[in-house]
């Protein structure tokens, strides 16, 4: 093997690839080597010089030291996606790398902080997607708002509680516009993770994408990999019927529906945050509205167009993850690690630690970090309020 660049790691240039969603052939002409140089240098027979590194990571917008850094932990836990089956592999791949990108922050924040504990219901109903009923799936949904003290009522904010419960919700841009949200199980120490798609610029739409994902990880935590992909469809109509259940208790929300119509649906988006088309879904999942109205509304919800764009979808804003993001300003304010160490503690790119942070850009060269109050502490220290009044104090921050 000729040597180039000693510690050059091939599987960390697949990784970058992956993520940027570029081609062997796309980043050889960029770069100004061959095709079989790529391929040589990602296989390990041979490694760049010094020169290519520099043009690798400047092409591939990541610093020289992610392409030194050793092979991450991984495990093959099903990633559930949002989206249908129809997903390229690549696609696949770039999300999974992508996830252990936000992981690698996790980590790295959670050597100073300790964040929200993870708690997350396991409906512990096995392996097989195929004996899940609609009644587990109701008693599911019931039971994570029970486990998570939260009653029956609206949620006010979906991605603040998943964070509060300790489950790592990033808004990244994701390279397939078919992807509105994917999750992960944890394994090990880690955390569940969901990320939403940016691009969705929709509260509803997100907020039932989370909701969703939440379903995948309380119903389907013991599904195989092929046993979801041989069950995709199945899968995602448990979810969807989870995230209803979840975002809709029956117990509060039929309370409040009085009459099949649209314009009553609309007059309840505001509270439940949630889509007129997810209402109508619901109240025919639970017979509340015969086949032959919800035949009629969906006609006149479809001549409104309202498939495209629902009424209230400008209006109501998009809920934003946060922990990440007060976790580094708490970093940064208490002295624990300069924007620097930061930096250089991490081997991704500046652009993408803000990103999964939900950091404003250029937060980590000259951002002001002001939030100071966060339901996490120094590693070694005693709280200072209850928990209950850190989660007060951070439900009221922006």
Request: aromatic share 8%.
């Amino acid at each position: 093997m000729r040597t180039g660049t000693p510690g050059f790691n091939g599987n960390r240039l697949v990784e970058a690839r992956d993520v940027r969603g570029i081609t062997g052939k796309a980043l050889a002409a960029v770069v100004g080597v061959t095709v079989g140089s790529i391929s040589h240098y990602e296989n390990g027979r041979q490694t760049p010089s010094s020169e290519v590194l520099t043009s690798l990571s400047q092409a591939l917008g990541l610093p020289e030291r992610f392409f030194l850094a050793p092979d991450r932990p991984h495990v093959d836990n099903p990633i559930f996606f949002r989206s249908g089956a129809s997903l390229p592999e690549r696609a696949k791949k770039a999300v999974d790398s992508l996830l252990d990108w936000v992981r690698e922050v996790v980590g790295y924040v959670e050597q100073y902080l300790e964040l929200p504990p993870v708690k997350i219901y396991d409906a512990k109903l096995g392996g097989d997607p195929t004996a899940i009923g609609n009644e587990d799936i109701e008693a599911a949904a019931t039971a994570l708002r029970t486990y998570w003290g939260i009653g029956d009522g609206a949620i006010s904010d979906v991605v603040l509680l998943a964070e509060l419960n300790g489950i790592v919700v990033s808004r990244m841009r994701l390279n397939e516009d078919r992807e509105d949200a994917l999750s992960k199980r944890a394994f090990d120490t880690y955390r569940d993770c969901v990320l939403l798609n940016a691009d969705k610029d929709c509260c509803v739409r997100s907020r039932f994408d989370l909701a969703h994902e939440l379903g995948h990880l309380v119903l389907h935590r013991h599904v195989s990999e092929d046993a979801k992909t041989l069950h995709h469809k199945l899968l995602e109509k448990q979810a969807n019927r989870f995230a209803g259940a979840f975002l809709l208790p029956s117990t509060s929300f039929f309370g409040e529906f009085y009459a099949p119509t649209l314009e009553v649906f609309e007059r309840l988006k505001p509270k439940w945050k949630t889509a007129m088309a997810a209402m109508i879904m619901r109240c025919s999942d639970c017979d509340v509205i015969s086949s032959e109205q919800a035949t009629k509304l969906w006609k006149r919800y479809r001549s409104q167009k309202w498939h495209k764009r629902e009424p209230l979808d400008d209006t109501l804003p998009v809920e934003q993850p946060r922990l990440l993001r007060r976790s580094f300003d708490m970093l940064v304010e208490n002295g624990l690690q300069t924007r620097r160490d930061i930096r250089n503690a991490l081997t991704i790119s500046q652009r993408d630690i803000e990103e999964i942070a939900a950091l404003p850009k250029g937060y980590l060269n000259d951002g002001m970090a002001t939030v100071k109050v966060l339901p996490i502490k120094v590693r070694g220290e005693e709280p200072q309020a209850s928990e209950p009044a850190k989660i007060h104090q951070l439900n009221r921050g922006a």
